[in-house]
């Protein structure tokens, strides 16, 4: 049985990259907005992310 090869595999696309304290413009903080939701992106004292809503 001869299989035949889908020439059109999927690739994958690279996600964006953001820097966090770029977003933050240097400081703790960044509102996200997505759709008519509004986020806060903050950078805690550890270095760590949040994101809430």
């Not at 299989?3 to 595999?9: F, I, Q, S, Y």
């Not at 953001?18 to 806060?40: F, N, P, Q, V, W």
């Amino acid at each position: 049985m001869n299989m035949v090869r889908n020439t059109h595999e999927a690739r994958e696309i690279p996600s964006p990259l953001h820097h966090a304290e770029e977003l933050t413009l240097g400081g703790r903080t960044a509102k996200i907005m997505l759709g008519d939701a509004l986020y806060t992106l903050r950078i805690t004292k550890a270095g760590k992310l949040i994101l809430t809503k």
